[in-house]
C-alpha cells in the first residue's frame, strides 16, 4: 500500500519537526509500506515568506503606517494590531535592511550560520523578521494571522479552528477554505496535492494535534477528496483524541468523517499498520483497534477494539523520510519520545495526554540509545530533546550509561518532575550524557498550593535538585503558573520570589495561568476544588468561578502585575526565543554552546519585553 502522513499547517516550529508522522511512517514502512510524509506547516511558513507573497501585503501597507491604516478602514477590528504591525515593520528594517525581502533572505542566512546564530539580538532579529514579513504576507488574506509567543513557532490564528467547533454547518466553512482562490485552498492546490497525489497514496494520513490545526486539517481533507475521492483519507493525534473522550467536543467526529474516511483515536502505529492491511485486503474496519469510521448506514461505528503500544515494538522514527533541509537552524535537532503516558498521574490541574492514555511505558534504554545513534547517523543530527509527559529519575541514569557507550558526543534536554531520586550522582552522568537542560514542572513556590494540587513534591527537595543540577552543568527551567482554585495574590508572589531568589541556578522560567481543563482532576471534582464550572469553552479551556481565592480574570491580573513589578529581575529569565523552561531548539543550541553560564541578552527582545510589559495586562504585541 501507498500511504502518505501529513502535518496539516498550524502550528509549527520553524527549527525542527513535530514527531508524530515520523513514528507512523516508521511502522508502516517496516510493514512493508511505501510512506511520504510531508510537513505542511513549515512548507506553508516558506511560502508565505517568497517574494510574490509579501509584496501584496506591502502594497496594502503602501510601505507606511498610513498605508495600514487605508487598509484598515475596511476591515474594522483590527486597527491596534495593524498599527503595531506597521511600527514593528518600521523598527524591523531601520537601519538594517532596504526592504522585506531582503530581510528575509538576510534572516534566512542568519538562521544557518553556525557562528552568527549565538548572537542573541541577531537570533531574535532573524525570528522576528521572519515572523513579521510572515504577517504582512498574511495581510491580504484576513482574518488569517500569525501568531507567535516570541519563540520559534508561528501558529496560525486559532479562531477559524476554535468557531468550527460550535459553527451549525462546519462542513459549508471547510468547503469554503478548501475551494481554489482562498489562502489555504491555493495552497493546497498548488504547493501540496500536485507532489502528494502524484504517488498516487492509498491512504493520506492527517495529524492532528493542535487546536490550530483543526481547520488547515479537514480543509486538506476536502481538497484531497474533491481531486482524489477514492483515496481513504484518515485523521489521528492528540486533539482527535480529545473528541472521542470529552462529550463537548465529541459532535466534531461527525464533522471528521464527513469530510474524511476514518479517526484514529489514542496512539496510531498499530492502528495505521492495520487500517493499511485491511485497506489493501478484506476491507473489515471493525477489525482495526482504535478506528472510528461509518458503517454501510454511515452510523458512526468504533472503535471496537482499543490498543496501547508496546513502545519497544516499533523502529527508530522516519525523520529521513522529511525533508530536514526545511528548518531554519544551523544545526539538525530532533524531538524523541522516550516514554508514553506519565506515571504520576495524580496532579489535579491536569489534563495528561489522551493519545497516549494512563498506562506510563519507557522504551529499553538499549533501543532508545540505539535509536539516537541511528539518527545521528541517518540525519546527522546531534540535538536531540526527548519529549513525553515525564520520565523517570532511573529510566534517566539508565539511559545515561547506554547513551555514553552507543552515541558519544549528543546533546539533549528533557521534561521532568522534582523527584527525590534526582541525586547529584545520577545528574552528573546525566550531563556527561549530553543533558544540557532539564525542564521541571515546578507549578508553585508554595507548599500549601503544591500540597493542593497534589504535585507530589516538596519545596526543600526542589532547592536541593535545583542546585545539583547547576553543579552537575544542567541548565534548570520551571513552569510555573498562577491562579490554581484557592490561591491567594500572596501565594502566588511566593512563587515568582522563589524563582527570583533562585537565580542564577534557574535560568527560566514560564508563568502562565491556570485553566480548567476537561479530563483534569479540578474538572472532574470541582467541589473538592471550590471551582463551579460555568460550561463554556473558551480558548485552552473552560470557563469557571471560584469558591475562594483569585478568579480566573484576578489571576491573570496578578501574574501581570508581578511580571511588571518584576520586569527587569525577570527578564532575561523570560525570553520565549531560548527559554528553557518550554522545549525550543533555540534553547538547546544556546545551551550547548554556553552551557549553565547566562546566556547573551538580545537588546531588541529586551526592548519589547520592556515596552510590552510597561503597558500593563494585555501583552498582545507578538499576535497580529
Ligand atoms: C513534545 C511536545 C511539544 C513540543 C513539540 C516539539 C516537537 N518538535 O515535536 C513543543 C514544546 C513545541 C510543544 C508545544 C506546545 N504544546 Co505540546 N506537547 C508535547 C508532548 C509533551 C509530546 C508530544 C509528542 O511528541 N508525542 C509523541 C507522539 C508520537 O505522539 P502523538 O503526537 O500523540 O502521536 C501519536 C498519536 O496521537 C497518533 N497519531 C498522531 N497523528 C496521527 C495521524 C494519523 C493519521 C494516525 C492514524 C494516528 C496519529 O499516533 C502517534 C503515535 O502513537 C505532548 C504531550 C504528550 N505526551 O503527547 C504535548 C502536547 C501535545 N502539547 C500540548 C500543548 C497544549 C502545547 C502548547 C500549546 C503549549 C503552550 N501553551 O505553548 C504548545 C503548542 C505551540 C504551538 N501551537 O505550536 C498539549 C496538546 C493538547 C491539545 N491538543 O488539546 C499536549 C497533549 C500536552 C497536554 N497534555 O496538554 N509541545
Ligand atoms: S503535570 Fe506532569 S507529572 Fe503531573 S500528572 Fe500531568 S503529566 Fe503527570
Redesign the pocket.
Known amino acids: 500500500m501507498r500511504a502518505a ?1 501529513v502535518l496539516p499547517p498550524g ?3 520553524i527549527s ?6 515520523s ?2 511512517a516508521a511502522a508502516a514502512k517496516s510493514a512493508g509500506h511505501a510512506v511520504v510524509q510531508r510537513d505542511l506547516g513549515i512548507e506553508l511558513i516558506h511560502r508565505t515568506l517568497a517574494p510574490e507573497r509579501v509584496r501584496p501585503g506591502l502594497e496594502i501597507c503602501g510601505g507606511s503606517s498610513a498605508g495600514i491604516g487605508r487598509w484598515e478602514l475596511e476591515r474594522p477590528g483590527a486597527s491596534r494590531m495593524r498599527r503595531l504591525l506597521a511600527d514593528r515593520i518600521e523598527g524591523l528594517l531601520k537601519s538594517r535592511c532596504p526592504d522585506l525581502v531582503t530581510a528575509v533572505a538576510r534572516a534566512r542566512a542568519i538562521l544557518a550560520d553556525p557562528a552568527v546564530y549565538y548572537e542573541a539580538s541577531e537570533l531574535h532579529w532573524a525570528v522576528r523578521a521572519l515572523y513579521w514579513t510572515a504577517c504582512v504576507s498574511l495581510m491580504e488574506h484576513y482574518p488569517w494571522s500569525w501568531n507567535t ?1 516570541g519563540s520559534d ?1 508561528f ?1 496560525l490564528s486559532a479562531e477559524p479552528s476554535l468557531e468550527l467547533l460550535t459553527a451549525p454547518r462546519p462542513e459549508e466553512r471547510i468547503a469554503h477554505h478548501a475551494a481554489p482562490g482562498t489562502f489555504l485552498g491555493d495552497f493546497y492546490e498548488e504547493t501540496v496535492l500536485p507532489g502528494l497525489l502524484a504517488v498516487a497514496p492509498d491512504y493520506v ?8 490545526q483543526l481547520l488547515p486539517g479537514l480543509a486538506l481533507a476536502k481538497a484531497i477528496k474533491r481531486r482524489s475521492p477514492g483515496t481513504h483519507v ?6 482527535v ?2 473528541f472521542d473522550n470529552d462529550d463537548f467536543p465529541r459532535r466534531m467526529l461527525d464533522t471528521l468523517l464527513a469530510v474524511g474516511d476514518s479517526v ?1 483515536v ?4 498499530t ?2 499498520v492495520a487500517l493499511l492491511e485491511q485497506l489493501d485486503g478484506r476491507r473489515d474496519l471493525r477489525a482495526v483497534p482504535n478506528l472510528i469510521t461509518r458503517d454501510a448506514d454511515g452510523a458512526i461505528v468504533g472503535p471496537q477494539v482499543r490498543c496501547g ?1 508496546d513502545v519497544n515494538r516499533w523502529p527508530v522514527p522516519d525523520y529521513a523520510g522529511l525533508d530536514l533541509d526545511l528548518y531554519l537552524a544551523p544545526v539538525k535537532s530532533l ?1 524523541l ?1 522516550p516514554s ?1 503516558g506519565c506515571y504520576w498521574k495524580k496532579c489535579a490541574f ?4 489522551r ?2 492514555g494512563a498506562t506510563y511505558r519507557e522504551r529499553s534504554v538499549e533501543r532508545f540509545a540505539d535509536d539516537v545513534a541511528e539518527l545521528v547517523r541517518v540525519c546527522g543530527a546531534r540535538h536531540f ?1 526527548f ?3 515525564a520520565i523517570t529519575p532511573p529510566w534517566l541514569a539508565r539511559a545515561s550509561a547506554a547513551l555514553i557507550a552507543r552515541a558519544p558526543g549528543i546533546v539533549w534536554d528533557t ?1 521532568v518532575r522534582f523527584e527525590r531520586a534526582f541525586t547529584a550522582g545520577i545528574l552528573r552522568s546525566m550531563h556527561q550524557a549530553g543533558c544540557r537542560v532539564l525542564r521541571f514542572g515546578f507549578e508553585s513556590g508554595s507548599q500549601r498550593v503544591l500540597d493542593a494540587m497534589r504535585k507530589g513534591t516538596r519545596l526543600d527537595v526542589v532547592e536541593r535538585i535545583i542546585a545539583a543540577c547547576h553543579d552537575a552543568g544542567i541548565r534548570v527551567g520551571l513552569q510555573g503558573f498562577v491562579g490554581f482554585p484557592g490561591e491567594t495574590k500572596r501565594e502566588a508572589e511566593a512563587t515568582f520570589r522563589f524563582i527570583l531568589s533562585h537565580r542564577p541556578q534557574v535560568s527560566s522560567a514560564t508563568m ?1 495561568v491556570f485553566r480548567l481543563f476537561q479530563g483534569s482532576a479540578v474538572f472532574a471534582d470541582p467541589e473538592t476544588f471550590g471551582v463551579v464550572p460555568l460550561g463554556r469553552f473558551v480558548t485552552g479551556g473552560f470557563e469557571y468561578k471560584v469558591k475562594r481565592g483569585m478568579s480566573h480574570a484576578r489571576a491573570n491580573a496578578v501574574q501581570q502585575e508581578l511580571i511588571h513589578r518584576y520586569t527587569e529581575e525577570w527578564i532575561d529569565l523570560f525570553n520565549p526565543l531560548y527559554n528553557n523552561a ?3 531548539p533555540p534553547t538547546l543550541l544556546y545551551a550547548a554552546r554556553y552551557g549553565t553560564a547566562v546566556f547573551p541578552r538580545s537588546r531588541i527582545y529586551e526592548q519589547q519585553a520592556r515596552a510590552s510589559w510597561s503597558r500593563g495586562p494585555g501583552v498582545e504585541d507578538e499576535r497580529v
Open positions: 502522513l502550528a509549527t516550529s525542527q519537526p513535530y514527531t508524530s508522522i513514528y507512523l509567543t513557532r501558529s494520513g492527517i495529524s492532528l494535534s493542535f487546536t490550530e484518515g485523521f489521528g493525534g492528540e486533539l483524541a480529545r484514529v489514542g496512539e496510531g502505529e492502528a495505521l503500544e524531538a519520545s508514553r491536569c489534563a495528561m495526554s493519545s497516549a530533546m519529549m513525553g509527559d521534561e502562565t518550554c522545549g525550543s
